[in-house]
């Protein structure tokens, strides 16, 4: 089994919708041949809990908008650490960046193959890494 149309078509959406609000390191797993509760994953993160708000906000809205799809569940919304958007055939994980890097959630999914993202997306690889070390940067200019 693989990935529906319908799934990548959100997939894109959802990845552009992040994009387009700075997330960092966006990337969607095709997820179908070992999980039968959804075809994929898609992981962004971004450096603060205000960010990973406005992310999952453009992503609901984007996807209700433009593809008539409303999550069945939206979880961790208070803390906005990590929120977790479940549209069954796809799940978004918007992660503030500390807990991008504790939970590691590529590991958990490195074999399942990688589905192609628009080139908004796939360009925000890297990001979280760049990031951090412009904010070291100028920690070390501060001091």
């Known amino acids: 089994m693989t990935v529906t149309d319908r799934s990548n078509e959100l997939i894109n959406a959802a990845a552009q919708a992040a994009a387009d609000k700075l997330a960092h390191d966006i990337i969607a797993y095709?997820?179908?041949?070992?999980?039968?509760?959804?075809?994929?994953?898609?992981?962004?993160?971004?450096?603060?809990?205000?960010?990973?708000?406005?992310?999952?906000?453009?992503?609901?809205e984007r996807l209700n908008k433009e593809l008539g799809a409303k999550p069945v569940r939206r979880?961790?919304?208070?803390?906005?650490?990590?929120?977790?958007?479940?549209?069954?055939?796809?799940?978004?994980?918007?992660?503030?960046?500390?807990?991008?890097?504790?939970?590691?959630?590529?590991?958990?999914?490195?074999d399942c193959p990688e589905l192609e993202l628009p080139a908004d997306a796939a360009a925000t690889r890297g990001k979280a890494e760049e990031h951090a070390r412009a904010e070291g940067d100028e920690d070390g200019e501060l001091s």
């Open 75 to 110: 979880e961790g919304d208070r803390e906005a650490r990590w929120v977790l958007l479940d549209y069954v055939d796809i799940v978004v994980h918007v992660q503030h960046s500390e807990e991008r890097v504790f939970y590691a959630l590529e590991r958990l999914w490195k």
């Open 30 to 60: 095709d997820v179908s041949e070992v999980l039968s509760i959804t075809d994929a994953f898609l992981l962004a993160s971004a450096p603060n809990d205000r960010q990973v708000k406005s992310i999952v906000d453009e992503i609901e």
